[in-house]
């Protein structure tokens, strides 16, 4: 063996390569001859019983060393886990339970309270930022036992002559493993963010006014975009993966472009929800948390995206349409909502006393402590309605922040049955109340 290997030939030394390397052609060549010889020696030295079985025992340890973390860091998600579930109590504690829907008759008595509609969502919003910043650390240790065994996977393959080249294969594609990383935890941490400028946003809305429409907006908007951007996200990380492949990004782009349009061909209608969604948040018809009547159905907006809109009724049925087939909508619980109360009296009444009593009534709950700020005005009286052989029926408008008409309404019909049994003016009829 020795006499063929002196016969092999293996490189050939030129002035060229002494003039680069800045020495003399002897010189550059004892340095290559020198380098050789050490390698061969190694490699000799590698393959010998005794250096493999002690690679063995590193390795194993190190493999020993690996399950103690991994051991470790899934303790401590499981830890990060149970405090997952219990924010999610929370927040399912937070919403309207299926068995108190169903005890409602009507949607009058599907009310809450300002701060649980307001507030509520607020702190709904915050629970679920501590739920995706839970998320992102759980995902973030995921990573790290990843890493750690990659890492040693790659230390220990190089310590073996015959699996050094999965080794060199493992490294040379580890700019691609970093952008699948990357990739992974920019896209599980891409909704904190998103709920983080949400929740900072709610701080320059709760000293403006209409504040039970504005951060139902914001909600519905970060809960579309955060869609939006885990899609960008994974799309800037396969054009990165491309990139590193020398595929051309121009032809990836083209091939996107042509697969979008068949698509589009195909999937006719998930366009058009796709663009009814875009227009319907742009134009803010509606949001989540708000009650709206679609001439064929009617309830809460429990949550929406480009694509699709869910209702909950008061029966506790969620109803699930695409954005094309919505076009006339009545919201009613945007900007501000209107009562229309119709009080019947006899005929032997006095008209004048009972028009005085409802104006006392309406500046009474105007300036009250309680109602006061969830009526926009005092109400006006637009006068006698309709006059029958039985009865007069006056009409007075009250406008109130939006979600409370109904309380409104009732508090008022209260307090005007309470004063005018106290002046002894009768009406045959009951006190009815119209809304929009």
Excluded at 184 to 189: D, E, H, R, S
Excluded at 323 to 336: F, G, Q, R
């Amino acid at each position: 063996d020795a006499e063929e290997l002196k016969n092999q030939f293996l490189i050939a030394i030129t002035d060229l390569d002494a003039q680069i390397h800045g020495i003399s052609r002897e010189d550059l060549t004892n340095q290559i001859i020198s380098f050789m010889k050490d390698a061969l020696i190694r490699a000799q030295k590698e393959r010998q019983p005794d250096y493999l079985l002690r690679r063995v025992l590193i390795s194993f340890g190190i493999i020993l060393i690996l399950i103690l973390l991994s051991l470790l860091i899934s303790a401590w998600q499981k830890y990060c886990l149970k405090k997952y579930q219990k924010i999610q109590k929370s927040i399912d504690n937070l919403k309207i339970s299926r068995s108190q829907i169903d005890e409602f008759r009507n949607y009058q008595e599907l009310t809450t309270a300002k701060t649980e509609l307001a507030l509520g969502q607020k702190q709904q919003l915050i629970w679920e930022q501590q739920q995706h910043q839970n998320s992102f650390f759980r995902s973030f240790l995921q990573v790290n036992q990843l890493i750690l065994w990659l890492c040693s996977m790659i230390w220990i393959l190089g310590n073996f002559p015959y699996s050094r080249w999965l080794q060199i294969f493992l490294v040379s594609h580890v700019i691609v493993i970093t952008i699948i990383i990357g990739t992974y935890l920019a896209i599980q941490g891409s909704p904190a963010i998103v709920n983080w400028f949400a929740i900072n946003s709610f701080k320059r809305l709760e000293n403006q006014s209409y504040v039970h429409r504005k951060i139902p907006q914001a909600i519905t908007f970060s809960h579309t975009l955060k869609g939006i951007v885990m899609f960008t996200l994974g799309c800037i990380g396969m054009l990165g993966i491309f990139q590193n492949f020398n595929v051309s990004i121009t032809i990836v782009l083209l091939g996107l472009g042509i697969i979008s349009l068949i698509a589009s061909l195909g999937g006719h209608n998930l366009v058009k929800d796709i663009i009814s969604g875009i227009l319907i948040l742009l134009e803010d018809r509606y949001a989540i948390g708000d009650l709206i009547d679609l001439d064929y159905t009617m309830g809460y907006v429990e949550d929406m995206s480009f694509r699709v809109t869910q209702l909950r009724d008061a029966g506790g049925r969620l109803s699930s349409i695409p954005n094309s087939k919505i076009s006339t909508v009545h919201n009613l619980t945007k900007d501000w909502a209107s009562i229309d109360l119709r009080i019947k009296l006899n005929l032997d009444s006095n008209l004048s006393q009972a028009v005085q009593l409802v104006k006392q009534v309406a500046n009474e709950l105007k300036n009250d402590a309680e109602w006061g700020d969830k009526l926009l005005d005092a109400g006006s009286i637009l006068g006698v309605h309709s006059v029958s052989q039985a009865q007069v029926e006056l009409m007075i408008r009250i406008k109130s922040i939006p979600r409370e008409q109904w309380n409104v309404a009732r508090e008022f019909c209260y307090r005007l049955k309470q004063i005018f049994e106290l002046k002894k003016i009768t009406f045959n009829a009951t006190i009815t109340s119209k809304y929009r």
